[in-house]
């Protein structure tokens, strides 16, 4: 169950590990009465009429399911964020890249908690050998990012080499 933004977030991260992409960007903003959160993937994107859809729970994409019909986490996090009056915007290009944002007040009752980023920058680090990541989190005039780029490594006879490099800073983060 997702009870959790991060639980949306591995969820969307997922979709674009199965839409190809190779580098996600993961930007999340916490401030009093606003939380943003951007996932960025430069998968294999979506047409017009995909985007469109993708927030009906009886269609998901026949390629990357054959097996399925549908597909419900786009879909539950549109009704979690509209519980809270917040929006979700999908932005796609086929090919090259798609671009989901989320916008919410947290300060409402129902409004999800952030969760566990200790915990995601774990899962996602382990996650996969293909895909890197960097996940930048700022809250209010403070904030860090942390690049993720994990793959086999040819030195060592070990599965996954994981490179994590953070940054810090203290001024307002502009998108």
């Excluded at 190779?22 to 009093?32: A, N």
């Excluded at 009906?56 to 390629?63: G, I, K, L, Q, W």
């Excluded at 930048?136 to 040819?154: A, D, E, K, P, V």
Aim: aromatic letters at 6%.
């Amino acid at each position: 169950m997702h009870e959790t933004l991060c639980d949306y977030v591995l969820e969307l991260v997922n979709n674009a590990i199965e839409a190809g992409a190779k580098k996600v960007d993961l930007l999340l903003e916490e401030h009093p009465d606003n939380t943003l959160l951007r996932v960025l993937d430069d998968g294999k994107g979506m047409c017009a009429e995909d985007v469109r859809n993708c927030f009906d729970p009886f269609r998901t994409d026949s390629c990357k399911h054959p097996e399925r019909r549908t597909g419900l986490g786009l879909a539950l996090l549109e009704a979690a964020v509209f519980d809270v009056e917040g929006t979700v915007n999908i932005k796609s290009e086929p090919g090259l890249r798609t671009e989901i944002m989320v916008t919410f007040d947290p300060r409402r009752p129902d409004a999800l908690p952030v969760g566990n980023l200790a915990e995601l920058g774990l899962l996602l680090c382990s996650g996969t050998e293909t895909c890197s990541f960097r996940l930048t989190h700022h809250r209010r005039q403070i904030g860090y990012q942390i690049n993720f780029q994990t793959g086999l490594s040819s030195r060592q006879n070990s599965p996954l080499h994981v490179k994590t490099e953070i940054a810090r800073w203290e001024e307002t983060l502009v998108i």
